[in-house]
């Protein structure tokens, strides 16, 4: 089945890093992504992994995945107010020739200054 | 700027109403997603196309919602009738044909904003 599991709320001090995590059960999903959205909009692809990959490093952002436990982490370094927002993991299941985009619930982050 | 469009941006109805969103994908984009995101089921996948054609919509109420692609330029999602427990924010989210890499990326529009009294 497809399932992608996230906590729901982190609150941290602006300057501190920030770590989200994310469960997903699918394995045959090719890439796994990490998207923000902030008030009022709509989602918008932050990074994302391929699945033969153990960690992507991006700017502030580091991604690791644990594909054995089907674990994923999205790390933001130095967290800002500006980084206040919904992150949402998503997995993509292959079937067939398609590919659909699950997502998580979704995770708020809170940066206090 | 290529972005989606989705109309209208807030609509507010009374319960047995029919409800039609609207949703312009990217130029050139052939897939289409309609997602709906309420507080307790948080983003939940509708129904997607892929060059017009329905792939899935297992997720998508069958009584009351329907789900089309009349053309390359217009996805549409509507419900009649509609129920209070309909209001949400209904998204649209379109991706660019899928390449040999397999990489499916999405790009939502700003929502609709559901409200069904």
């Known amino acids: 089945g497809e399932d992608v599991e996230q906590s729901l709320f982190l609150s941290v001090r602006e300057g501190d890093s920030s770590v989200i995590n994310c469960t997903y059960t699918?394995?045959?999903?090719?890439?796994l992504y990490w998207y923000k959205q902030e008030p009022g909009a709509g989602l918008q692809l932050l990074t994302y992994i391929f699945s033969n990959m153990d960690m992507k490093q991006d700017q502030r952002l580091t991604v690791l995945l644990n594909k054995k436990d089907k674990h994923l982490s999205l790390r933001i370094a130095d967290t800002q107010t500006g980084d206040s927002a919904i992150y949402f993991c998503?997995?993509?299941?292959?079937?067939?020739?398609?590919?659909?985009?699950?997502f998580g619930s979704g995770t708020r982050l809170l940066v206090r200054p | 700027d290529a972005r989606v469009t989705q109309t209208p941006r807030h609509k507010v109805t009374e319960m047995g109403q029919e409800v039609t969103m609207r949703c312009q994908p990217i130029l050139g984009h052939n897939t289409v997603f309609w997602y709906r995101q309420t507080m307790m089921q948080g983003l939940e996948l509708l129904a997607y196309f892929r060059n017009r054609a329905p792939l899935d919509d297992s997720g998508m109420p069958k009584d009351r919602f329907s789900a089309e692609m009349p053309d390359a330029t217009l996805a549409t999602l509507k419900i009649q009738p509609s129920e209070p427990r309909d209001s949400a924010v209904y998204f649209c989210?379109?991706?660019?044909?899928?390449?040999?890499?397999?990489?499916?990326?999405?790009?939502f529009g700003q929502g609709t904003r559901l409200t069904v009294v």
């Open positions: 699918d394995s045959s999903s090719t890439y």
């Open positions: 989210a379109s991706g660019p044909p899928v390449g040999p890499a397999m990489n499916t990326e999405a790009f």
């Open positions: 998503a997995e993509s299941p292959r079937m067939d020739s398609s590919y659909k985009l699950i």
